[in-house]
């Protein structure tokens, strides 16, 4: 088995189970697109839409669709179905016509946001489209407890 984070396991399977991403989005992937672009969720896809790393969630929805560190959300990013759906919702969310995040998505779900903006962020090699979201409804700002948990010795 490769050392590449990416690869599949010696049985051909995805290392991480990405694929509990790919079957939560089914049939639910263009609704959040929709209520994003509407300006207001109304229905239930943050966890797996916008993931956050493990340790923010006490829920066992939340856990179960937690990252496990870098590796894990590279790997999400270079997916070939979770990465571009992830930047089209990033985008749809950056340019959502809503107030504020709250707005957008309530207040707890606004958090969850900035959390796994934060995360994708650092992880990607390209964290512009991340950054924006955090531009526009967190004035930049990070999530401080998603850094403390990526670099706990910092």
Known sequence: MSDDPHDTDQHGTD???LDRFVRAQQGVHDTALAELRRGRKSSHWMWFVFPQLAGLGRSPT???YALDGLDETRAYLDHPV???RLLEATR???SAPART???LLGGIDALK????????AAAAADPEPFRAVLDRWYDGTEDP???RLLHPHD
């Open 145 to 147: 407890v998603t850094l």
């Open 101 to 103: 995040a709250d707005d």
């Open 113 to 120: 946001l900035r959390s796994s903006m934060t995360l994708f």
């Open 82 to 84: 979770l990465g571009p």
């Open 92 to 94: 749809a969310a950056e």
């Open 15 to 17: 290392r991480f189970d």
């Open 62 to 64: 939340a856990q179960r």
